[in-house]
């Protein structure tokens, strides 16, 4: 990537990302509650047939090997850049929208890309639901975009809180997690805790690889970044 410099007008525009607001300052106080809640009652929700087409179209490529997960990888930045880390599996980046998708497509037909490298287009809770009732295992799950719906009411719609939380455990495989919001990070952390998982949570190193230009774009904005990593369980 091109460095840009500070006094450059460029990176004015570019290194403005704003901080995340929100009148939550630690993990939600019904997060407990939510929590055990999935994990005791099935999800009920039946898969689109849009997924099950999508699903259907790797399962027996995902089946074959082991493979990574990057969940709602956008362009397909971060899945090729996985693809490249992790070689001997099959990185598969799935997004719902097909405009994010064409970015990466585009990419593949033109330039080439890491031939481990998979983009799927298919709702998340899709994939995570008919994976997951196939049986299979993932090596990695990286959940890379930063969208931690920072309103105390929107609790339910992120993942460590929505009821597909059992399908994604069942998938299994060590599992990333990394946010400008700390508060998203901690929330996370405690939820898979609560599932009995061991985790390690942190402030991403100075100079550490971005896996995502979101990455980039928050740390030249002066945002500090954190992560979370769940074991393999």
């Known amino acids: 990537m091109l460095a840009i410099r500070q006094d450059h007008p460029a990176f004015t525009m570019y290194a403005n990302s704003p901080h995340v607001l929100s009148t939550q300052r630690q993990a939600h106080p019904r997060l407990h509650e939510i929590v055990r809640r999935h994990l005791r009652a099935p999800y009920r929700r039946v898969p689109s047939d849009a997924g099950r087409l999508a699903f259907a179209s790797i399962a027996t490529r995902l089946a074959a090997r082991p493979f990574v997960l990057d969940a709602g990888c956008g362009t397909g930045a971060s899945t090729f850049e996985l693809a490249r880390r992790f070689r001997d599996c099959v990185v598969v980046g799935v997004d719902k929208s097909a405009a994010r ?47 931690p719906w920072p309103k105390p009411e929107h609790l339910l719609r992120r993942w460590h809180a929505h009821p597909v939380l059992p399908a994604i455990l069942a998938l299994g495989g060590e599992i990333e997690l990394r946010s400008n919001w700390r ?51």
């Open 101 to 147: 998708l064409a970015v990466g497509l585009r990419q593949i037909a033109e330039h080439g890309a890491p031939a481990n490298a998979l983009l799927l287009r298919c709702d998340l809770v899709d994939f995570w639901q008919l994976a997951a009732a196939a049986g299979l295992r993932c090596a990695r799950q990286f959940l890379l975009y930063p969208n």
């Open 183 to 233: 508060t998203y990070a901690d929330e996370f952390a405690e939820a898979l805790r609560l599932c009995g998982r061991q985790v390690s949570c942190a402030e991403l190193a100075e100079g550490q690889s971005p896996l995502t230009p979101f990455e980039t774009k928050f740390s030249a904005s002066g945002h500090a970044l954190w992560w979370c990593r769940i074991d393999a369980g």
